[in-house]
Each structure stands twice: as structure tokens, then as C-alpha cells.
């Protein structure tokens, strides 16, 4: 039975994706550009043909509820993309914790569509490997590249130009980011079900996406000009303007603990301390932190200090989707 493993980081958006314009194909209703992290990593094994083992494993214990049957249902999707009928199995690791908001779907969802092309001696180029991942959560279309990467909006029914591209190589211009992790169990929310809710309901969701454009300006702007002031500047704004319309929905939809918000002050206050340092939130409570790698302790010893903060993880800018195991699906 053939198998292949391949390895994918999370990414970690600074203007981000919420909205669908397809929810199928999970089509974004507005481009979002990140960063690929390197030292938080999810590994996919993904085993072609085995009727008898478990769809998805994730730590070495099966995997149940609605995570596994999303997994299934891509795992039936992904193969016949991939030209085979027979049936895909997965088995996971994560070197961070899983469905907490720390983009572990992306990472995941990357990591399996990497593999399962290589299990299958698929030739596939990563631009297509982008938009089959996509179709397992959104945001996974990002981690197939290293460094800082723009997910397409597209316009195409079919999805077929909304994939990512690579903005700039992750060595280009190095930088850190450092998590404070706040709460260590799943989220409240998930994010496919506070975007559809968010969309239906804000009365702020129509102004979200018509200011989208120019944040994407904006950014790719300060990205090619390696400005970390304007960089952090357009991610702290685009992360309170798409908080913003979640605490406009109706109910509203909440993702921050008290200490979000300390940390986030804590944040400021190392600014007003002559250390750049520039928060985003995605959906849950803990607080991402972009910095310079010079100033990576002091960054990560502030945010260990804030209460609530139950721990910290640091992180480089990461490389693409690798195969670590079978042959690689790009030339
Ligand atoms: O791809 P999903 O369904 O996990 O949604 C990700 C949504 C955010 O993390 C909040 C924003 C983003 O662009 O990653």
C-alpha cells in the first residue's frame, strides 16, 4: 500500500480571510496575505488503498466527531482530484496545540494534500497543490509557501484563481513571532460557522470587505519596502476591523479571554518602550506577536508576564510544504 508523508507550517494572516464566497469550495469572500511560521509544524502520513485502518489519527489516537468526518469528506474529494478511487487515510502530528486558533487546520489540511499527491506519485505544481488544500480549510492554500504569502480572492466560479502566491522568500527578511497562549483547549467557534454567522448577521460585514482592497495595497506596499512599522501597523488595524465585526454579530460572536486584551496592552506598552512588537488575533483568545528576531526574548518574556498568559511559543519564518517521505509532486 503506498504511503508518503509530508510536513507543512502553520500561517499566521496579517490581513486577514474571513467570509466565503463559496462555502464548497471555500472560496474567501476577500484575499488575505501571511506569514508561514516555521517552528509551528503539523506532519501528515497519508496510506493509499487501506480499507481497515482508522480515516484520521491525530497524535496516534483516532480522531472522532465533526473534525474526522470534515476529514473524511476531504480525504474523499482529495483522491479522485488526484486520480484514484481508492480509499485515503491520514494520520497527523502537530508540534503545537490542535484547533485552539493557532491555524493547526492549515497547517494539517496542507500537510495532507502534500502527501496524498506524493503517495500517489501525482505531478502536481504548488500552485495546484494551493487550491487542493484550500478545499480542506481555507487558510491551508497559504502554507503551501514559505515566507510571506497572498491568498487570491479570485473571481472564478471554479475556485481555479484562488490559490496563493509567494510575496517574499522567508529569508528575505527575517522576522519572529511570538505566541502568548492563553487557553489551551479547542475554540468556542469554529471559524467556518462564525463566518457564515458574521456574514449573515454584522451590520459591519459589508464595510469588511469593501476596505479589504486597500489593506492588501497597503500591505504588499510595506511588505516590498521591508517596512515592520507599517507591516505591524496594517495587521493591528485589519485584526481589530475583522474582531470588529464579530462583536457586531447578532448573537455576538466573542473570541477574547480578559488576558487577550492585557496582552494586547502589554503589547503597546513595549512599543512606548522603543520595542517594535505588533499584535493579531485570530479565532480564539491567544495574542500572535510580530517582532525583529533581536528583540524575540524580551518580547516573549513580556508576554510571559501578563497574567493570564499561560505559556508562550516563538517562531521564525518558515519554508514551503515539504515531502519528507516519497516523491516529491513538483519538479
Ligand atoms: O481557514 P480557516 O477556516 O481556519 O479560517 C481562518 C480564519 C482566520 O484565522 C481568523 C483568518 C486567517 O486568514 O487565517
Known amino acids: 500500500m503506498p504511503d508518503a508523508t509530508a510536513r507543512a507550517g502553520a500561517n499566521v494572516a496579517l490581513v486577514k480571510y474571513w467570509g466565503k464566497r463559496d462555502e464548497e469550495r471555500n472560496l474567501p469572500a476577500v484575499g488575505s496575505i501571511s506569514i508561514t511560521l516555521g517552528d509551528l509544524v503539523a506532519t501528515a502520513r497519508v496510506r493509499v488503498g487501506d480499507t481497515g485502518a482508522a480515516r484520521f489519527l491525530g497524535g496516534g489516537e483516532v480522531v472522532s466527531g465533526t473534525a474526522a468526518d470534515r476529514m473524511a469528506a476531504y480525504l474523499d474529494w482529495l483522491g479522485p482530484q488526484l486520480g484514484t478511487n481508492e480509499r485515503l487515510t491520514t494520520e497527523v502530528e502537530a508540534t503545537f496545540p490542535v484547533g485552539a486558533g493557532l491555524a493547526s487546520s492549515a497547517a494539517i489540511h496542507c500537510a495532507v494534500a502534500v502527501a496524498a499527491a506524493s503517495a500517489l506519485g501525482a505531478c502536481v505544481d504548488r500552485s495546484r497543490l494551493s487550491r487542493l488544500a484550500r478545499v480542506g480549510s481555507g487558510s491551508a492554500a497559504r502554507s503551501i509557501y514559505g515566507g510571506w504569502v497572498e491568498w487570491h480572492r479570485g473571481e472564478r466560479d471554479d475556485g481555479e484563481d484562488s490559490g496563493a502566491t509567494q510575496l517574499l522568500g522567508e529569508d528575505t527578511w ?65 485584526c481589530l476591523r475583522m474582531h470588529a465585526i464579530t462583536f457586531a454579530a447578532r448573537p455576538p460572536v466573542l473570541y477574547w479571554a480578559p488576558a487577550t486584551l492585557a496582552a494586547m496592552e502589554a503589547v503597546r506598552g513595549l512599543r512606548t518602550r522603543g520595542c517594535e512588537a505588533y499584535f493579531t488575533i485570530d479565532a480564539g483568545p491567544q495574542v500572535k506577536v510580530l517582532c525583529s528576531p533581536q528583540n524575540v526574548d524580551t518580547v516573549a518574556e513580556t508576554m510571559a508576564a501578563v497574567p493570564g498568559v499561560v505559556r508562550t511559543l516563538r517562531s521564525t519564518l518558515g519554508g514551503g510544504a515539504e515531502v519528507l517521505e516519497g516523491p516529491t509532486p513538483w519538479k
Open 174 to 238: 527575517p522576522l519572529a513571532m511570538v505566541v502568548a497562549i492563553v487557553h489551551d483547549g479547542p475554540k468556542e467557534v469554529p471559524s467556518r460557522d462564525a463566518m457564515r454567522h458574521v456574514a449573515r448577521t454584522s451590520a459591519l460585514y459589508a464595510a469588511w470587505i469593501e476596505a479589504q482592497p486597500d489593506d492588501l495595497a497597503a500591505m504588499r506596499t510595506a511588505i516590498a519596502a521591508r517596512d515592520l512599522t507599517a507591516v505591524g501597523t496594517i495587521a493591528e488595524e485589519n
